[in-house]
Protein backbone atom coordinates (compact mmCIF):
# COMPACT_ATOMS: atom_id res chain seq x y z
CA UNK A 1 0.00 0.00 0.00
CA UNK A 2 3.04 2.54 0.80
CA UNK A 3 4.30 1.95 -2.57
CA UNK A 4 1.32 2.70 -3.85
CA UNK A 5 1.12 5.69 -2.66
CA UNK A 6 4.54 6.78 -3.20
CA UNK A 7 3.86 5.95 -6.70
CA UNK A 8 0.32 8.15 -7.27
CA UNK A 9 2.51 10.93 -5.34
CA UNK A 10 5.49 11.00 -7.84
CA UNK A 11 2.79 11.10 -10.61
CA UNK A 12 1.17 13.80 -8.84
CA UNK A 13 4.17 15.65 -8.81
CA UNK A 14 5.02 15.36 -12.63
CA UNK A 15 1.52 16.74 -13.54
CA UNK A 16 1.59 19.77 -11.32
CA UNK A 17 5.25 20.09 -13.15
CA UNK A 18 4.00 19.40 -16.76
CA UNK A 19 0.54 21.80 -15.79
CA UNK A 20 3.29 24.84 -14.36
CA UNK A 21 5.02 24.98 -17.83
CA UNK A 22 2.20 25.11 -19.72
CA UNK A 23 0.42 27.56 -17.48
CA UNK A 24 4.43 29.48 -17.63
CA UNK A 25 4.32 29.00 -21.60
CA UNK A 26 1.13 30.97 -22.03
CA UNK A 27 1.87 33.64 -19.19
CA UNK A 28 5.22 34.39 -20.82
CA UNK A 29 3.80 35.21 -24.25
CA UNK A 30 2.26 37.69 -22.63
CA UNK A 31 5.22 39.25 -20.44
CA UNK A 32 7.40 38.83 -23.14
CA UNK A 33 4.84 42.19 -24.88
CA UNK A 34 5.27 44.02 -21.45
CA UNK A 35 7.94 45.87 -20.23
CA UNK A 36 8.57 47.78 -16.85
CA UNK A 37 7.12 51.34 -16.47
CA UNK A 38 7.34 54.18 -14.18
CA UNK A 39 4.36 56.78 -13.30
CA UNK A 40 7.31 59.15 -12.04
CA UNK A 41 8.85 59.05 -15.46
CA UNK A 42 10.44 62.39 -14.55
CA UNK A 43 12.34 61.09 -11.51
CA UNK A 44 14.00 58.31 -12.91
CA UNK A 45 16.33 59.68 -15.54
CA UNK A 46 18.24 57.06 -17.09
CA UNK A 47 15.53 54.51 -17.30
CA UNK A 48 13.49 57.36 -19.04
CA UNK A 49 16.25 58.06 -22.27
CA UNK A 50 20.32 57.32 -22.19
CA UNK A 51 20.46 60.96 -23.25
CA UNK A 52 19.59 62.27 -19.64
CA UNK A 53 23.59 60.53 -18.69
CA UNK A 54 24.97 63.34 -17.32
CA UNK A 55 22.23 66.37 -18.18
CA UNK A 56 22.59 67.92 -15.10
CA UNK A 57 24.12 70.84 -13.51
CA UNK A 58 26.37 69.20 -10.46
CA UNK A 59 29.25 66.86 -10.24
CA UNK A 60 27.37 63.48 -9.64
CA UNK A 61 24.14 62.64 -9.57
CA UNK A 62 22.41 59.10 -7.33
CA UNK A 63 18.62 58.27 -8.03
CA UNK A 64 17.02 55.40 -6.02
CA UNK A 65 12.84 54.11 -7.56
CA UNK A 66 10.70 51.73 -6.37
CA UNK A 67 7.53 50.61 -7.63
CA UNK A 68 4.79 48.04 -6.18
CA UNK A 69 1.67 46.83 -7.95
CA UNK A 70 -0.74 44.09 -8.25
CA UNK A 71 -0.06 43.12 -4.61
CA UNK A 72 -4.09 43.09 -3.86
CA UNK A 73 -4.55 40.00 -6.54
CA UNK A 74 -1.59 37.85 -4.34
CA UNK A 75 1.42 38.10 -6.79
CA UNK A 76 2.89 42.07 -6.23
CA UNK A 77 4.88 43.39 -9.59
CA UNK A 78 8.08 44.94 -7.90
CA UNK A 79 10.06 46.73 -9.55
CA UNK A 80 13.55 48.31 -8.81
CA UNK A 81 16.06 50.48 -10.00
CA UNK A 82 19.60 52.74 -9.03
CA UNK A 83 21.57 54.89 -11.13
CA UNK A 84 24.61 56.86 -10.68
CA UNK A 85 26.16 59.26 -13.46
CA UNK A 86 28.62 62.34 -13.61
CA UNK A 87 29.24 65.05 -16.58
CA UNK A 88 32.88 65.66 -17.51
CA UNK A 89 34.79 67.60 -20.31
CA UNK A 90 37.07 66.31 -22.95
CA UNK A 91 38.64 68.39 -25.35
CA UNK A 92 35.88 71.01 -23.85
CA UNK A 93 33.24 68.30 -24.90
CA UNK A 94 30.82 67.72 -22.29
CA UNK A 95 30.37 64.20 -21.76
CA UNK A 96 28.60 62.02 -18.91
CA UNK A 97 29.15 58.47 -17.76
CA UNK A 98 26.94 56.57 -15.13
CA UNK A 99 25.69 53.02 -14.19
CA UNK A 100 21.94 51.58 -14.28
CA UNK A 101 20.76 48.52 -12.39
CA UNK A 102 17.08 47.19 -12.23
CA UNK A 103 15.53 44.57 -10.41
CA UNK A 104 12.01 43.63 -11.96
CA UNK A 105 9.79 40.65 -9.96
CA UNK A 106 6.76 40.21 -11.99
CA UNK A 107 4.99 38.05 -9.45
CA UNK A 108 3.92 34.87 -11.78
CA UNK A 109 6.04 32.22 -11.38
CA UNK A 110 8.98 33.42 -9.84
CA UNK A 111 10.15 35.25 -12.53
CA UNK A 112 12.54 37.21 -11.81
CA UNK A 113 14.90 39.76 -14.32
CA UNK A 114 17.72 41.57 -13.12
CA UNK A 115 19.70 43.79 -15.64
CA UNK A 116 22.50 46.59 -15.76
CA UNK A 117 23.72 48.67 -17.54
CA UNK A 118 26.89 51.48 -18.50
CA UNK A 119 25.43 54.60 -19.86
CA UNK A 120 26.97 57.34 -21.95
CA UNK A 121 26.16 60.56 -22.55
CA UNK A 122 27.04 63.22 -24.86
CA UNK A 123 26.06 67.36 -24.93
CA UNK A 124 26.55 69.74 -27.92
CA UNK A 125 25.41 73.48 -27.56
CA UNK A 126 24.17 75.12 -31.25
CA UNK A 127 23.01 78.77 -30.70
CA UNK A 128 21.21 78.32 -27.35
CA UNK A 129 19.76 74.69 -28.26
CA UNK A 130 21.31 71.64 -26.30
CA UNK A 131 20.92 68.33 -27.75
CA UNK A 132 21.97 65.32 -25.81
CA UNK A 133 22.41 61.80 -27.37
CA UNK A 134 23.12 59.10 -25.02
CA UNK A 135 23.74 55.07 -25.17
CA UNK A 136 23.41 51.92 -22.94
CA UNK A 137 24.94 49.05 -23.12
CA UNK A 138 24.02 46.04 -20.39
CA UNK A 139 23.30 42.66 -19.80
CA UNK A 140 19.95 41.16 -18.41
CA UNK A 141 19.86 38.17 -16.50
CA UNK A 142 16.08 36.09 -16.30
CA UNK A 143 15.06 33.65 -13.57
CA UNK A 144 11.95 31.76 -13.47
CA UNK A 145 11.61 28.97 -10.97
CA UNK A 146 7.66 27.64 -11.84
CA UNK A 147 7.37 25.28 -8.87
CA UNK A 148 6.74 28.90 -7.37
CA UNK A 149 3.37 28.49 -8.84
CA UNK A 150 2.07 25.77 -6.25
CA UNK A 151 3.63 26.84 -3.24
CA UNK A 152 5.25 23.77 -2.52
CA UNK A 153 1.91 21.61 -2.39
CA UNK A 154 4.29 18.49 -2.48
CA UNK A 155 4.51 19.42 1.03
CA UNK A 156 0.61 18.63 1.57
CA UNK A 157 1.11 14.97 1.39
CA UNK A 158 4.54 14.63 3.40
CA UNK A 159 4.35 17.87 5.78
CA UNK A 160 7.30 18.88 4.25
CA UNK A 161 8.51 19.93 0.55
CA UNK A 162 10.39 17.26 -1.59
CA UNK A 163 10.40 19.36 -4.52
CA UNK A 164 13.91 20.56 -6.17
CA UNK A 165 13.98 24.54 -8.07
CA UNK A 166 12.40 23.69 -11.26
CA UNK A 167 13.83 26.64 -12.93
CA UNK A 168 15.00 27.97 -16.31
CA UNK A 169 17.34 31.34 -17.02
CA UNK A 170 17.48 33.39 -19.86
CA UNK A 171 20.54 35.55 -20.18
CA UNK A 172 21.23 38.12 -23.03
CA UNK A 173 22.88 42.06 -24.24
CA UNK A 174 20.07 44.35 -24.38
CA UNK A 175 21.36 48.09 -26.10
CA UNK A 176 19.38 50.99 -25.69
CA UNK A 177 19.55 54.87 -27.21
CA UNK A 178 18.29 58.01 -26.91
CA UNK A 179 18.14 61.70 -28.15
CA UNK A 180 16.91 64.63 -26.08
CA UNK A 181 16.78 68.77 -27.36
CA UNK A 182 16.36 71.53 -24.44
CA UNK A 183 16.40 75.37 -24.45
CA UNK A 184 15.55 78.09 -22.09
CA UNK A 185 13.22 80.67 -23.78
CA UNK A 186 12.45 83.20 -21.57
CA UNK A 187 10.10 81.87 -18.87
CA UNK A 188 9.40 78.69 -20.65
CA UNK A 189 12.55 75.78 -20.84
CA UNK A 190 11.11 72.98 -23.18
CA UNK A 191 12.48 70.21 -23.08
CA UNK A 192 11.66 66.91 -25.68
CA UNK A 193 13.46 63.75 -26.15
CA UNK A 194 13.37 60.36 -27.72
CA UNK A 195 14.51 56.71 -26.82
CA UNK A 196 14.37 53.05 -28.05
CA UNK A 197 15.11 50.08 -25.63
CA UNK A 198 16.34 46.74 -26.40
CA UNK A 199 17.69 47.86 -30.36
CA UNK A 200 19.49 44.87 -30.86
CA UNK A 201 16.16 42.74 -30.06
CA UNK A 202 17.60 39.83 -27.98
CA UNK A 203 16.38 36.42 -27.45
CA UNK A 204 14.34 36.89 -24.18
CA UNK A 205 12.67 33.23 -24.03
CA UNK A 206 12.67 30.36 -21.61
CA UNK A 207 11.92 26.67 -21.99
CA UNK A 208 13.43 26.96 -25.40
CA UNK A 209 11.26 28.88 -26.86
CA UNK A 210 12.03 31.64 -29.60
CA UNK A 211 10.84 34.84 -28.70
CA UNK A 212 12.45 37.88 -28.75
CA UNK A 213 12.39 41.51 -26.82
CA UNK A 214 10.98 43.86 -29.15
CA UNK A 215 11.98 47.40 -29.27
CA UNK A 216 10.04 49.68 -27.67
CA UNK A 217 10.08 52.98 -28.19
CA UNK A 218 9.69 55.92 -26.21
CA UNK A 219 8.68 59.79 -26.57
CA UNK A 220 8.70 62.29 -23.94
CA UNK A 221 8.07 66.52 -23.69
CA UNK A 222 7.80 68.58 -20.94
CA UNK A 223 7.94 72.30 -20.56
CA UNK A 224 8.66 74.27 -17.36
CA UNK A 225 6.83 77.34 -17.06
CA UNK A 226 8.12 80.23 -14.16
CA UNK A 227 4.71 82.22 -13.62
CA UNK A 228 6.57 83.62 -10.88
CA UNK A 229 9.90 84.17 -9.04
CA UNK A 230 9.09 81.13 -6.74
CA UNK A 231 6.12 79.44 -7.83
CA UNK A 232 6.28 77.38 -11.44
CA UNK A 233 3.93 74.75 -13.42
CA UNK A 234 5.83 71.76 -15.33
CA UNK A 235 3.51 70.08 -17.64
CA UNK A 236 4.44 66.85 -19.47
CA UNK A 237 4.00 63.62 -21.25
CA UNK A 238 5.22 60.28 -21.62
CA UNK A 239 4.67 57.87 -24.43
CA UNK A 240 5.67 53.91 -24.63
CA UNK A 241 5.17 51.86 -27.46
CA UNK A 242 5.67 48.21 -27.86
CA UNK A 243 4.28 45.08 -29.99
CA UNK A 244 1.67 47.61 -31.02
CA UNK A 245 0.66 48.31 -27.21
CA UNK A 246 0.70 52.17 -26.13
CA UNK A 247 0.95 53.80 -23.02
CA UNK A 248 0.30 57.28 -22.45
CA UNK A 249 1.07 59.32 -19.43
CA UNK A 250 -0.25 63.03 -19.48
CA UNK A 251 -0.23 65.19 -16.43
CA UNK A 252 1.11 68.31 -15.08
CA UNK A 253 3.51 69.59 -11.45
CA UNK A 254 3.31 72.61 -9.89
CA UNK A 255 5.98 73.75 -8.03
CA UNK A 256 6.73 76.28 -5.00
CA UNK A 257 9.90 77.54 -4.00
CA UNK A 258 10.39 78.41 -0.41
CA UNK A 259 13.01 81.27 -1.04
CA UNK A 260 14.91 81.90 2.21
CA UNK A 261 14.66 78.13 3.61
CA UNK A 262 18.01 77.12 4.21
CA UNK A 263 16.74 73.20 4.37
CA UNK A 264 13.56 72.46 2.09
CA UNK A 265 13.87 74.56 -1.21
CA UNK A 266 10.97 73.20 -2.70
CA UNK A 267 8.12 71.53 -2.78
CA UNK A 268 5.71 70.45 -5.57
CA UNK A 269 2.83 68.03 -6.48
CA UNK A 270 1.01 66.71 -9.47
CA UNK A 271 -1.61 64.82 -11.56
CA UNK A 272 -1.10 62.67 -14.21
CA UNK A 273 -3.44 59.81 -16.02
CA UNK A 274 -2.58 56.54 -17.26
CA UNK A 275 -3.35 55.69 -20.86
CA UNK A 276 -5.48 59.06 -21.01
CA UNK A 277 -4.84 59.88 -24.46
CA UNK A 278 -4.58 56.68 -26.94
CA UNK A 279 -6.36 54.27 -24.99
CA UNK A 280 -8.92 54.17 -22.33
CA UNK A 281 -7.66 55.74 -18.85
CA UNK A 282 -6.48 52.98 -15.80
CA UNK A 283 -5.77 55.07 -13.32
CA UNK A 284 -5.35 58.57 -11.82
CA UNK A 285 -2.11 59.45 -10.57
CA UNK A 286 -1.49 61.84 -7.82
CA UNK A 287 2.40 62.63 -6.48
CA UNK A 288 3.88 64.95 -4.08
CA UNK A 289 7.86 65.64 -3.53
CA UNK A 290 10.26 68.22 -1.93
CA UNK A 291 13.71 69.41 -2.55
CA UNK A 292 15.27 69.05 0.69
CA UNK A 293 19.06 70.11 1.10
CA UNK A 294 20.42 68.30 -2.24
CA UNK A 295 17.72 65.71 -2.37
CA UNK A 296 14.33 65.57 -4.59
CA UNK A 297 12.18 62.95 -2.90
CA UNK A 298 9.13 62.36 -4.47
CA UNK A 299 6.12 59.65 -3.50
CA UNK A 300 3.72 58.74 -6.32
CA UNK A 301 0.17 56.54 -6.00
CA UNK A 302 -1.86 55.09 -9.13
CA UNK A 303 -5.36 54.46 -8.12
CA UNK A 304 -7.15 52.48 -10.46
CA UNK A 305 -9.84 53.54 -12.23
CA UNK A 306 -10.16 50.30 -15.03
CA UNK A 307 -12.51 47.55 -15.09
CA UNK A 308 -9.37 45.53 -13.46
CA UNK A 309 -9.79 47.66 -10.46
CA UNK A 310 -12.48 45.88 -8.67
CA UNK A 311 -10.30 42.48 -9.41
CA UNK A 312 -7.30 44.32 -7.46
CA UNK A 313 -9.65 45.73 -4.59
CA UNK A 314 -9.80 49.28 -6.18
CA UNK A 315 -6.33 49.46 -4.93
CA UNK A 316 -3.04 50.62 -7.21
CA UNK A 317 0.48 50.85 -7.44
CA UNK A 318 3.15 52.63 -5.30
CA UNK A 319 6.14 54.45 -6.22
CA UNK A 320 9.18 56.41 -4.48
CA UNK A 321 12.08 58.17 -6.00
CA UNK A 322 15.13 59.46 -4.22
CA UNK A 323 17.49 61.73 -6.26
CA UNK A 324 20.53 63.03 -4.47
CA UNK A 325 22.80 65.85 -6.49
CA UNK A 326 26.39 66.96 -5.08
CA UNK A 327 27.27 70.56 -5.44
CA UNK A 328 28.43 71.10 -8.68
CA UNK A 329 32.37 72.68 -8.35
CA UNK A 330 31.92 74.10 -12.46
CA UNK A 331 31.46 77.71 -12.34
CA UNK A 332 29.53 79.22 -15.44
CA UNK A 333 31.36 82.13 -16.55
CA UNK A 334 30.61 84.97 -18.46
CA UNK A 335 32.81 87.56 -20.46
CA UNK A 336 32.08 90.89 -19.50
CA UNK A 337 33.72 93.11 -22.21
CA UNK A 338 35.07 96.97 -20.59
CA UNK A 339 36.48 99.73 -21.96
CA UNK A 340 40.46 100.18 -22.04
CA UNK A 341 42.08 102.97 -20.61
Not at 80 to 97: I, M, N, T, W
Request: with cysteine.
Amino acid sequence: MDGFFNILLKYQNFSRKLFSVVILFFAFQCITGQDINYTLYNYNPLFLNPANTGNFYADWRAAANYRSQWGAIGNAYNTASLSFDKPFYLRKQKLGVGLFVVNDNTGIGGLTFNSIFASLGYEKEVAKNFFNAGLQIGYAFGKVNSWNVWDNQAGDFTGTSTESDFGENANYLDINAGLLWKRSIGRYEPEVGVAFAHINSPKKSFYGGSEKETIRSTFHGKVKIEVSDNLYVLPSVLYFNKNGNNLTIPGANIGYGLLGSSYVKEIYAGLYLRNGILDKADAFSVLIGASVLNFDITFGYDKNISQFGKSAGNLGAFEISLIYKSISSVLNTYSIPCERF
